[in-house]
């Protein structure tokens, strides 16, 4: 079954970082983007960070740029995130999914599988 498996949450400090990882059983999403998203408790799900099927093409929501960091590793299958200067705003549930093109995209509807998610809590 195509999957993908989110990991890598957990509570943190403000100021503190967290590596989530996502996984793909198979190849799942080896020629496709990648993207994560996020959504807290009373909000609407956002995109927070994408990548492209080569891994050379980044791009990210202004509220993660220069703190967020998004890179893969096709031969393991694994997408990564790496979040540093966590603030508590950027508590919420992070999701990774497979873009159905080469090119990352900000559109939820671009992407067409999803992993369950991770909690990631960021205390003050």
């Known amino acids: 079954q195509v999957q993908l498996i989110e990991s890598g949450g957990g509570l943190v400090q403000a100021g503190g970082s967290l590596r989530l990882s996502c996984a793909a059983s198979?190849?799942?999403?080896?020629?496709?983007?990648v993207g994560w998203f996020r959504q807290a408790p009373g909000k609407l799900h956002e995109f927070v960070a994408g990548i492209d099927w080569s891994g050379r093409s980044t791009q990210y929501a202004d509220s993660v740029k220069g703190r967020f960091t998004i890179a893969r590793d096709n031969a393991q299958n694994t997408v990564y995130l790496q979040m540093n200067s966590l603030k508590p705003e950027d508590t919420a549930v992070y999701h990774c999914?497979?873009?159905?093109?080469?090119?990352?995209?900000?559109?939820?509807?671009?992407?067409?599988?999803w992993g369950q998610g991770t909690q990631v809590t960021v205390s003050s």
């Open positions: 999914a497979r873009c159905r093109s080469q090119s990352a995209s900000d559109h939820q509807g671009a992407y067409d599988l």
């Open positions: 198979e190849r799942t999403f080896r020629g496709n983007a």
